[in-house]
């Protein structure tokens, strides 16, 4: 791990924010092909459905650690804070 | 409206300092094919384009384009900010650091500033999301030079999920295209600015 002074995670919290950017690609990918294909329902189902599952991996994310987002904070509980979690440009995951 | 999210599209976990890499990445920072110059481009092409679903991929990709600016920023960021005063004169970046420091300054790789003058927004949905093709082409190009240029698989690996994003962009671009194109007047033979007729009639 590359020493930026910043907070650091464990590997475990490293492995939740690695599968909120796996869903999270997959959700961003599924919208821009849903931009040129709107009426493909397969592939709205499996948007609706990966959606979801990155909601609850963000959810789970803000209550174990910190809230990515500030909707995070008052829809799960947790706290704003900069501190909680390195920068994001900081890394600090291997 | 944007809300931030304080994570990277793809992660960005670089261990080994590397000024001369950084100074030839930070080109997609503000060069002329850059992340931001995209994300400008679509989104400020937005108010022309008369065809609404096309308008809203414009929004989602100019979106994920300010994701890759970030993306572009930590790693020139990771690549610089553990360099010695040894390195720095040594690996070129003297001119940079000395008016820069170590923070990122949206320049192309040969120092040249972020210029608006090097995209568009015509205000024609066809010109305009012809120049979205090419501009993501013109990226991938850039990619394709990086990658020839490194060696570390840290800085690689999130490289090639950006050249990948300029691929995939394209292929959406050109449906949109399609999806103009569908919706003109037969009698535009030519493809003249259906934004704006539409909108004089």
């Not at chain 1, 189902?45 to 809230?67: G, I, S, T, V």
């Not at chain 2, 990277?8 to 930070?26: E, F, G």
């Not at chain 2, 990658?147 to 990948?164: A, V």
């Not at chain 2, 995939?168 to 259906?194: C, I, T, W």
Request: proline content about 5%; hydrophobic content about 35%.
């Amino acid at each position: 791990m590359r020493d930026c002074g910043c907070p650091e995670m464990s590997r475990e919290q490293c492995g939740l924010l690695r599968s909120i950017d796996i869903l999270s690609f997959y959700v961003v990918d599924m919208a821009l092909y849903l931009d040129t294909h709107p009426d493909d329902a397969d592939a709205q189902d499996h948007f609706a459905h990966f959606a979801k599952m990155l909601r609850d991996a963000k959810q789970e994310y803000a209550q174990k650690y910190c809230a990515l987002s500030q909707e995070n904070v008052s829809r799960y509980g947790a706290t704003w804070d900069w501190e909680c979690m390195p920068l994001p440009w900081e890394g600090g995951c291997d | 409206m944007w809300s931030y999210e304080r994570r990277l599209q793809y992660p960005v976990n670089i261990k080994k300092p590397d000024a001369r890499a950084a100074m030839a990445i930070i080109s997609q920072y503000g060069g002329p094919d850059g992340e931001i110059s995209a994300s400008l481009r679509y989104l400020s092409q937005r108010y022309g384009m008369n065809e609404r679903r096309v308008a809203g991929l414009l929004t989602d990709i100019g979106t994920e384009e300010l994701g890759h600016f970030e993306m572009i920023g930590a790693i020139v960021h990771q690549l610089t900010c553990n360099l010695s005063m040894e390195e720095i004169e040594k690996s070129g970046f003297a001119p940079y650091y000395v008016d820069h420091t170590i923070t990122l300054w949206p320049q192309a790789a040969g120092g040249i500033p972020n210029n608006a003058c090097e995209y568009q927004a015509k205000g024609d949905p066809i010109t305009d999301l012809m120049e979205d093709m090419a501009a993501e082409q013109k990226a991938r190009s850039t990619y394709d030079n990086i990658l020839r240029l490194i060696d570390d698989p840290d800085i690689i690996e999130p490289i090639r999920f950006l050249r990948q994003r300029e691929v995939n962009h394209f292929q959406r671009f050109g449906e949109a295209l399609r999806m103009v194109q569908d919706s003109l007047d037969p009698k535009n033979f030519y493809q003249y600015n259906p934004a704006f007729d539409c909108c004089k009639d």
